[in-house]
T-cell receptor, first 110, second 112 residues
């Protein structure tokens, strides 16, 4: 079983749509969770951390379900600038390397 | 603030030639350092990580090697490149106690 699995893409949505990405992880000992964003031919950049109680940053909401080993990212009111690949990321222990999913591509059209 | 830079940004190398990618971090001390590779259509693969000078851990067997000659310098090398070494190479850092990692701009390597 792969360590971090994400929804297969691409997701093609119109501006203003709400879109959700899902991610599952295999190691129940995982401690930290993140969503990174990667634009075409660029380096990944941290979008947001995912906390146990769920957290929101503007139009973005992240949730964690430890029992099901499941992470989600919800984007409301999609913008053209949201078009990118979104990477689900897991860390087993502070200071160790992150494990990345393959990413889900989002394309927002006008 | 902390910054990370890697170079060169793009390179085209013939099969069998050597490789050297360099990465430096500024604004922090004793960072954890990482080299990742992203091949076409694939996810990020961890190649090496380092928790201190001269301390290198390899995650996958390959013809690549890494070195950390100084606290904030991380070098990825190969003596003889293979076609399969083509990809997007990313250097990254995290604080010694932190979780979040930050990437450099990346280096596009094409082996021909």
């Amino acid at each position: 079983r792969k360590e971090v699995e994400q929804d297969p893409g691409p997701f093609n949505v119109p501006e203003g749509a709400t879109v959700a990405f899902n991610c599952t992880y295999s190691n129940s000992a995982s401690q930290s969770f993140f969503w990174y964003r990667q634009d075409c031919r660029k380096e990944p950049k941290l979008l947001m951390s995912v906390y146990s109680s769920g957290n929101e940053d503007g139009r973005f909401t992240a949730q964690l379900n430890r029992a099901s080993q499941y992470i989600s990212l919800l984007i409301r009111d999609s913008k053209l600038s949201d078009s990118a690949t979104y990477l689900c990321v897991v860390n087993y222990q502070a200071g160790t390397a992150l494990i990345f999913g393959k990413g889900t591509t989002l394309s927002v059209s006008s | 603030s902390q910054t990370i830079h890697q170079w060169p940004a793009t390179l085209v190398q013939p099969v069998g030639s050597p490789l050297s990618l360099e990465c430096t971090v500024e604004g922090t001390s004793n960072p954890n350092l990482y080299w990742y590779r992203q091949a076409a259509g694939r996810g990020l693969q961890l190649l090496f990580y380092s928790v201190g000078i001269g301390q290198i851990s390899s995650e996958v067997p390959q013809n690549l090697s890494a070195s950390r000659p100084q606290d904030r310098q991380f070098i990825l090398s190969s003596k003889k490149l293979l076609l399969s070494d083509s990809g997007f190479y990313l250097c990254a850092w995290s604080s010694d106690r932190g979780n979040t990692i930050y990437f450099g701009e990346g280096s596009w390597l094409t082996v021909v």
